[in-house]
């Protein structure tokens, strides 16, 4: 077995990250749905390569992404400039955290889906985002936050899934280690990716490692409230199912 490359392995994560998950688009009807309701600019907070940002440009409505990552801005800005122009002119780019970001304008929309808010791990820079947040949002301004339940039926758990680069035509093997601490909310997440050579997993493996934050629906409430949001909607699905617990959790609040 070769030695784990870490070297680059931010560069090498957001790229299969982009491949994996590209074909997610469940997501994406229930935010235009809302981006064109509340007429104005759409902000997300972590953006990643574009998954989202770029279909809202594509119906014609202004939006901001914001991600942390340079390696993943890079994606979605080679992305992007596939586009056509009216589509390019549609979108911006920001280098930024979630915590302490600063723009020039308001928004009626924004958007922190598929986790994103779980890397904050500690319950006081997740007020720091939600507080920025609110400070971001126009007078009517939409914000929905997305985020998943965990079971609870087990402490550690271990997966494998394999991702196609249909475009360089190779393959790669993901094995997925959970590891949950339930007295500090934090789930402990190791993704090793090896690159499969003759139907084996032979060739290159690149390990990366990340932390989430779950947090359950009365914490999400009281951390709401204490930033000045009021919770309007829950849903457990994008179908609009009304939240009764679940695995998902995703809530639409506006300001105080």
Same mark, same amino acid.
């Given at each position: 077995?070769?030695?784990?490359?870490?070297?680059?392995?931010?560069?090498?994560?957001?790229?299969?990250?982009?491949?994996?998950?590209?074909?997610?688009?469940?997501?994406?009807?229930?935010?235009?749905?809302?981006?064109?309701?509340?007429?104005?600019?759409?902000?997300?907070?972590?953006?990643?390569?574009?998954?989202?940002?770029?279909?809202?440009?594509?119906?014609?409505?202004?939006?901001?992404?914001?991600?942390?990552?340079?390696?993943?801005?890079?994606?979605?800005?080679?992305?992007?400039?596939?586009?056509?122009?009216?589509?390019?002119?549609?979108?911006?780019?920001?280098?930024?955290?979630?915590?302490?970001?600063?723009?020039?304008?308001?928004?009626?929309?924004?958007?922190?889906?598929?986790?994103?808010?779980?890397?904050?791990?500690?319950?006081?820079?997740?007020?720091?985002?939600?507080?920025?947040?609110?400070?971001?949002?126009?007078?009517?301004?939409?914000?929905?936050?997305?985020?998943?339940?965990?079971?609870?039926?087990?402490?550690?758990?271990?997966?494998?899934?394999?991702?196609?680069?249909?475009?360089?035509?190779?393959?790669?093997?993901?094995?997925?280690?959970?590891?949950?601490?339930?007295?500090?909310?934090?789930?402990?997440?190791?993704?090793?990716?090896?690159?499969?050579?003759?139907?084996?997993?032979?060739?290159?493996?690149?390990?990366?490692?990340?932390?989430?934050?779950?947090?359950?629906?009365?914490? #999400?409430?009281?951390? #709401?409230?204490?930033?000045?949001?009021?919770?309007?909607?829950?849903?457990?699905?994008?179908?609009?199912?009304?939240?009764?617990?679940?695995?998902? #959790?995703?809530?639409?609040?506006?300001?105080?």
């Amino acid at each position: 077995m070769n030695n784990l490359l870490m070297r680059d392995g931010n560069n090498f994560y957001a790229n299969l990250y982009d491949i994996e998950f590209s074909d997610k688009v469940d997501d994406i009807p229930f935010i235009l749905a809302y981006a064109k309701k509340q007429e104005g600019r759409v902000l997300e907070l972590g953006c990643g390569t574009g998954r989202i940002i770029i279909p809202i440009a594509e119906a014609g409505i202004k939006v901001t992404g914001i991600d942390n990552s340079l390696h993943m801005l890079k994606i979605a800005k080679d992305k992007i400039a596939q586009r056509p122009q009216a589509v390019q002119k549609n979108i911006e780019l920001v280098h930024a955290q979630m915590q302490n970001f600063t723009l020039r304008r308001r928004f009626s929309l924004i958007i922190c889906v598929f986790n994103t808010f779980m890397h904050i791990i500690s319950k006081e820079e997740q007020l720091q985002v939600l507080k920025n947040v609110r400070q971001h949002l126009e007078k009517n301004g939409v914000f929905i936050n997305e985020t998943f339940i965990p079971s609870f039926a087990f402490r550690e758990k271990n997966a494998q899934y394999k991702i196609i680069d249909r475009k360089k035509g190779i393959a790669f093997k993901k094995i997925e280690e959970l590891r949950y601490n339930y007295n500090t909310q934090i789930l402990c997440v190791n993704y090793i990716y090896q690159q499969i050579n003759n139907k084996n997993a032979t060739g290159d493996h690149y390990a990366y490692f990340f932390q989430l934050r779950y947090t359950l629906y009365p914490e #999400m409430r009281e951390l #709401m409230l204490t930033s000045g949001l009021k919770i309007v909607d829950v849903f457990s699905d994008y179908n609009r199912k009304p939240f009764v617990g679940g695995k998902r #959790m995703i809530i639409v609040a506006k300001k105080l």
